[in-house]
């Protein structure tokens, strides 16, 4: 199936409207799509979003199946996320992510990579990324390893052998993103040999993005990643039967 299930409008970060965002994607021919805005705990407009996103889905239903979601960043080290956990019901996808990586007394700054000791920065984000993977609330990883790159932290400094048995032992969607990631990753690469489920998704904050992005979403979509049944993921999350992780 062609879709997209990450981008933004102009409810947090974006450039455009929902309807606008809509558009664009059934005129790039999407199937499904799903606008997965950013969210803070703080955020009380929540509640109004959700019910926009709802009706479009009403008014859009003949041209394109949409979803609801919303990104959400990690803000400690026990992978706790930054949104209200009321939000959760409102929507239908929760979307993971670590933009600054967390320690104990506060976050880790890109402008001191070149003075902090990387074993520490590896391990806490290793803390962090293994806590989202417990966090029930959360449906799917995006973008896994981008904010590693900005301090200059090589995937071969990484236990990806053990990051991918997390992920695959978690039953949480990994994102392949076109804005960050690259097929030849290891962790992207790895995954796919244990049969991980993908979603491939732009991360668009533009309709421009959006098709600019599509390209690269229609080229990996058909690379032969074992993409996830959204609609069933969604169907068994909103009935509560989503299989659980085994215990170790």
């Known amino acids: 199936m062609f879709m997209d299930l990450h981008m933004h409008s102009n409810y947090s970060d974006g450039k455009n409207t929902p309807e606008e965002m809509i558009e664009a994607a059934i005129g790039i021919g999407y199937e499904t799509m799903a606008i997965t805005d950013h969210v803070w705990k703080s955020s009380s ?34 992978g706790d996320i930054d949104a209200d956990p009321s939000f959760d019901s409102l929507v239908d996808l929760v979307l993971g992510s670590i933009h600054r990586i967390p320690k104990p007394d506060g976050y880790y700054s890109k402008a001191d990579a070149g003075r902090l000791p990387r074993g520490s920065i590896i391990g806490n984000w ?48 990994l994102e392949l993103n076109v804005r960050y990631n690259t097929p030849d990753q290891a962790v992207i ?12 998704s732009s991360d668009s904050h533009s309709v421009q993005d959006l098709i ?7 080229e990996f979509t058909g690379r032969g990643y074992q993409l996830i049944d959204i609609h069933r993921h969604i169907g068994e999350k909103k009935n509560n039967t989503l299989p659980q992780p085994k215990p170790d």
């Open 212 to 218: 600019a992005n599509s390209r690269l979403v229609k």
């Open 189 to 200: 690469r790895i995954s796919a040999h244990k049969g991980i489920p993908f979603l491939i």
């Open 45 to 78: 407009w929540i509640p109004a979003y959700a019910a926009h996103l709802h009706a479009l889905k009403r008014n859009y239903r003949h041209q394109i199946r949409l979803y609801t979601g919303i990104e959400a960043k990690v803000v400690s080290l026990d």
């Open 126 to 173: 290793l803390e962090a990324f293994y806590g989202m993977l417990d966090n029930p609330r959360v449906d799917i990883i995006a973008h896994p390893l981008s904010e590693l790159k900005g301090f200059g932290i090589r995937e071969e400094e990484l236990p990806m052998e053990e990051i991918t048995d997390r992920i695959a032992h978690s039953g949480k969607i």
